[in-house]
C-alpha cells in the first residue's frame, strides 16, 4: 500500500521522498485514521509540527477505537502546547473529557504534558484536582500510581513526594490516605535512599496500612507487599520502627 511504502521511506531516513506518497494516500482514502495518524507522526518527524494538526485532528475523528483516539488526542495535546497554542491545547484536553467522560482520562493527559511542557505548578493543580475527585473511588490507587508514574518518568520524584504529602495533609478519607501513603513509601525507597528517607517510609507504611484496613479490612493483597516492604526496609536501617 502507499502507507506502507510511505512508511518505509521514513525508517529508510528518505523522510522527504515520503511526503507526497501520504500526500496520494491521503487523496485516495482520506478517512483512514491510521494513514492519517502516520503522516501526522511523519511531519512532527520532520519539525513540520503546525502541519501536522489537521492530520491529527482527521486521526482523532476517524478512529473508533479507545487507546488509539487517545493515543492520538495525546499526540495534538504535546504538539499544541510545544508550540504554545493554550487554546488548541485546551481543545484537545477536551476532546480528551468528552470521549472519556466517566473516567480519569481527560485530566491525566493534562497532567502528563503540563509535566512535559515542564509547567510544574500546572501540574500539581492538576494532580490535586484528580485526586480530590477520585480519592474515594476504587480507581484510586491506580490514578495515583499514574500520577506517580508521570512525574518519576520526567525525573522528578520530588514533585511525587510533594504532591502526595500535600494531599495526605489535607484528606480524611482512609481510602485515599492509605493509597496516598503507600506510594509515598514506595517514592521514598528509590534510588539509593538514605536512613531517613527508610525511617519515614516505614512510617508511611504502617499509615498506610492502618488506613486501608479500615477501608478494605484485614483481608486485601496490598497488606502482603506492605509487609514485604516493610521487612525488606527493617533489614536495611537501623534504629527502624516497629511495624503494626
Not at 71 to 77: H, K, M, Q
Not at 158 to 177: F, G, Q, T
Amino acid at each position: 500500500s502507499l502507507m506502507a511504502y510511505a512508511e518505509s521511506l521514513m525508517r529508510l531516513k528518505r523522510a522527504d521522498e515520503s511526503e507526497p506518497i501520504y500526500k496520494a494516500a491521503v487523496e485516495i482514502d482520506p478517512a483512514n485514521a491510521e494513514l492519517r495518524y502516520s503522516y501526522a507522526m511523519s511531519l512532527v518527524s520532520r519539525g513540520k509540527k503546525a502541519e501536522s494538526l489537521p492530520e491529527i485532528d482527521a486521526a482523532i475523528a476517524a478512529f473508533a477505537e479507545p487507546t488509539a483516539k487517545m493515543n492520538a488526542i495525546a499526540l495534538g495535546a504535546r504538539i499544541a502546547t510545544e508550540l504554545g497554542d493554550t487554546a488548541r491545547a485546551d481543545a484537545y484536553f477536551g476532546i480528551a473529557e468528552k470521549a472519556f467522560p466517566d473516567g480519569p482520562a481527560g485530566g491525566l493527559l493534562r497532567h502528563m504534558v503540563y509535566i512535559e511542557a515542564g509547567k510544574k505548578d500546572a501540574a500539581a493543580a492538576v494532580a490535586d484536582s484528580l485526586i480530590a475527585s477520585y480519592g474515594l473511588s476504587s480507581n484510586a490507587p491506580a490514578i495515583v500510581r499514574t500520577i506517580v508514574t508521570s512525574w518519576y518518568a520526567a525525573d522528578d520524584a520530588a514533585a511525587a513526594r510533594d504532591c502526595l504529602r500535600r494531599n495526605i495533609a489535607k484528606s480524611s478519607d482512609d481510602l485515599a490516605v492509605g493509597t496516598l501513603d503507600f506510594y509515598l513509601a514506595v517514592l521514598l525507597v528509590q534510588d539509593s535512599p538514605s536512613d531517613e528517607d527508610k525511617i519515614v517510609a516505614l512510617k508511611a507504611l504502617d499509615e498506610a496500612e492502618a488506613h486501608l484496613k479500615v477501608a478494605f479490612g484485614e483481608e486485601n493483597e496490598v497488606f502482603g507487599v506492605i509487609a514485604g516492604m516493610r521487612d525488606s526496609l527493617k533489614g536495611a536501617v537501623s534504629g527502624a520502627p516497629e511495624g503494626k
